[in-house]
């Protein structure tokens, strides 16, 4: 069992940077492809972004490229988004997952919610115009 802990969310004007974290525990963290994915109100919860487990691959919605960095620290089992330029779209609770079985996650699924097996409870980022 992984448990997923996010934080770093809060109130930021348009044009800020925030840098979410998301620490894992429970399980070995090294191996495990991750990624970030939010949900706005009213709205399905998308993908923003994946890293491989060794931090050599990202993946990144085209919506936030040029804007948002997503980095992982193994010894630290710590799983990173940084957040610039920041625009009210970017407003949405913001989850960390990580993948089950090791390889579920990969080059044409990373983007999928339903690949991920472990999720933690959210972090808010809302952006102000």
């Known amino acids: 069992q992984v448990q997923l802990a996010e934080s770093g969310g809060r109130l930021v004007q348009a044009g800020d940077s925030l840098r979410l974290s998301c620490v894992a525990s429970?399980?070995?963290?090294?191996?495990?492809?991750m990624g970030w994915f939010r949900q706005a109100p009213g709205k399905e919860r998308e993908f923003v972004a994946a890293?491989?487990?060794?931090?050599?691959?990202?993946w990144l919605t085209n919506s936030v490229k040029g804007r948002f960095t997503i980095s992982r620290d193994n010894a630290k089992s710590t799983l990173h988004l940084q957040m610039s330029n920041l625009n009210f779209e970017d407003t949405a609770v913001y989850y960390c997952a990580a993948e089950g079985v090791r390889g579920t996650v990969g080059s044409s699924t990373y983007n999928r919610a339903e690949v991920y097996a472990y999720w933690g409870q959210g972090t808010q980022v809302t952006v102000s115009s």
């Open positions: 429970g399980r070995t963290f090294t191996y495990s492809t």
């Open positions: 890293i491989s487990w060794s931090g050599g691959t990202t």
